[in-house]
C-alpha cells in the first residue's frame, strides 16, 4: 500500500504525463492539405475572413451538396487553421463530441471528442447538420459561442478555455427543418449567418466541368437539367438535384456512360421515387437532351 505522500507523488507525475501528451497532441493533423477546388458565389471569402478574425460562430445555411463543406475546407485552408468535421446524425450525443473515459490495459483513460480536441488545440470545428444530433448537443455549444468560449466536461470536472484559434461553424439546411427537428431561437440567435445556395448557371457549369472533367457545352446541359429538376421543389420533390449529383452524372459521361443513362442513374432515381416526379424529370431531360 502506498502512503498518502506516495499517492500525491504519482497523481502529481500522471498530472505531467497527461500535459505532455497534451502538449504533443499534434493538431497539424487536422490541416486541410491540399487546396481545394472553390469558386466564389458572392462576397462569402471576405466576410468568412472578418467573421473568423474576431472568432464568430458561424452558421452556414443552404439545401444539401451547394458548396457548404467545400467552403469550409476552402476557408481552413486559406486561413492556414486546422479543420475538425462532424457529420451529425441522430445517433450523435453530447459525448461524442465532448469524449468519454474509455477502459484500456492501463485503467481508465479519457479521450477527448472532435469538439473538445478543436476547443483544446485551436482547430475550426465543422458540425454539419447540427439539427440532425441529439438535442443534449446543443446546450454544450452554447457556452462555446457566447464571451465565455469555454466547454464543461463535467465527467472530467474541467473546465476549458477554448484557445485563441478556436470557432464553430454550424451548417444548416433550412429546407429539412420540421417543427419537431429545428434549432431554437436561443441556439440561432448565438450564431452569424451566410446563406448558401446552388450556385448560378455560369458558376454551376465551370464547377461541374472542373469537378468532373465532361465537356462543358455538356455541363451546361446537365445545370439546365438540375434546374429543372429545382422547379419541382414543392411540387412532389423535397429537394432538386444537388450540384454533387451533378459531378456524379459528369464522371458518369466522361467515363463513356450514354448521357440520358448517366441522368438517370445519377440525377433522376436517387432523388425521387414517385412516379409522376420521375415522369415529369424523363420529360425534362428528353426537351434538353433530345
Ligand atoms: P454541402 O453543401 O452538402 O456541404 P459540398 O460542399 O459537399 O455540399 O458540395 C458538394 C460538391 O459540390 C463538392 O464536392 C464540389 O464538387 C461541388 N461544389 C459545390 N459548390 C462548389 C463551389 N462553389 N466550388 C467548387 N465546388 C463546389
Known amino acids: 500500500f502506498l502512503t498518502l505522500k506516495w499517492r500525491k507523488c504519482l497523481y502529481f507525475l500522471q498530472t505531467i504525463i497527461r500535459r505532455i501528451v497534451m502538449a504533443n497532441f499534434d493538431i497539424s493533423q487536422f490541416k486541410v492539405v491540399e487546396s481545394p477546388y472553390y469558386q466564389e458565389q458572392f462576397n462569402e471569402v471576405d466576410l468568412y475572413k472578418v467573421a473568423y478574425s474576431s472568432r ?18 476552402h476557408m481552413a485552408y486559406k486561413l492556414d487553421k486546422p479543420l475538425i468535421t462532424v457529420s451529425c446524425n441522430e445517433d450523435i450525443t453530447a459525448s461524442d463530441l465532448i469524449g468519454r473515459f474509455l477502459l484500456d490495459s492501463d485503467g481508465t483513460r479519457w479521450v477527448d471528442g472532435p469538439l473538445t480536441i478543436a476547443a483544446r488545440h485551436g482547430a475550426i470545428c465543422y458540425l454539419d447538420e447540427i439539427v440532425e444530433a441529439r438535442q443534449d448537443t446543443m446546450v454544450v455549444i452554447h457556452s462555446l459561442t457566447d464571451h465565455r468560449r469555454e ?6 470536472g474541467e473546465l476549458l478555455k ?11 439546411n433550412p429546407g429539412y427543418q420540421s417543427i419537431m427537428k429545428d434549432l431554437k ?8 449567418a451566410l446563406d448558401f445556395d ?3 448557371p455560369e458558376i454551376e457549369v465551370i464547377i461541374v466541368s472542373n469537378e468532373s472533367g465532361v465537356d462543358p457545352e ?8 438540375a434546374n429543372a429538376t429545382r422547379k419541382l421543389v414543392g411540387h412532389g ?8 449529383l451533378l459531378n456524379y452524372a459528369g464522371v458518369l459521361i466522361s467515363k463513356g456512360v450514354d448521357i440520358k443513362d448517366a441522368c438517370q442513374i445519377a440525377l433522376i432515381k436517387p432523388i425521387t421515387d414517385d412516379t409522376e416526379v420521375r415522369e415529369a424529370m424523363n420529360t425534362s431531360m428528353e426537351a434538353i437532351f433530345g
Not at 185 to 192: H, I, L
Not at 220 to 225: C, E, P, S, Y
Not at 237 to 244: K, M, P
Request: with cysteine; aromatic share 10%; net charge positive.
Open 56 to 73: 464568430l460562430p458561424l452558421m452556414i445555411k443552404g439545401p444539401t451538396g451547394c458548396g457548404k463543406s467545400r467552403f469550409i475546407e
Open 151 to 156: 466547454l464543461m466536461i463535467d465527467k472530467k
Open 162 to 172: 477554448a484557445h485563441p484559434d478556436f470557432q464553430l461553424v454550424i451548417s444548416y
Open 185 to 192: 431561437q436561443s441556439t440561432k440567435q448565438r450564431f452569424v
Open 198 to 200: 446552388f450556385a448560378s
Open 218 to 225: 455538356i455541363a451546361k446541359k446537365l445545370v439546365q437539367f
Open 237 to 244: 420533390l423535397d429537394e432538386g438535384a444537388s450540384t454533387r
